[in-house]
């Protein structure tokens, strides 16, 4: 039985591929799942034609991202925190508070999720951060916590 795969199948086929599977694997486990249909001339052009969108799609969006990075590499975003002794802060800075100050300094809208911090900061100075946008798409940033004026 002839298929063209519409999903990744690990270790059997990617999306768009057109392979030969068994006749039981594609009827009751590949078809049923849609993960594959059947491989007829008109099939292959609709999946060839909605490959050809998403791709679009992807590269639109990953030129908006590249786009977004060059406006985040290497600025500088200043946060107030409230101190204690010898430099701490009470509390900590997350990533939430970056992506707050990120679109409160810069204007843009950052996922916390795409923040990546070791761990949350408790010292005043700076520190750079991390953003993954996307796979390889990863500004830095410089964070520079002040004391909080009383």
Known sequence: MKVIFLENVPNVARIGEIKEVADGYGRN???PRQLALLASPEVIERVEVKLK????????????????????????????ARTGGKDRLYGSITAADIATA??????????KRK???????????SHEVVIRLAGDIVPKITVTVIEQAT
């Open 29 to 31: 486990y590949l078809i």
């Open 53 to 80: 969108a998403k791709a679009r799609i992807q590269a639109e969006t990953e030129a908006e991202l590249l786009e977004m990075a060059g406006h985040l590499e290497g600025r500088e975003v200043i946060i107030e």
């Open 102 to 111: 990120i679109e409160n300094t810069i204007g843009l809208v950052i996922d």
């Open 115 to 125: 923040i990546e911090l070791e761990q949350s900061i408790r010292e005043i100075g």
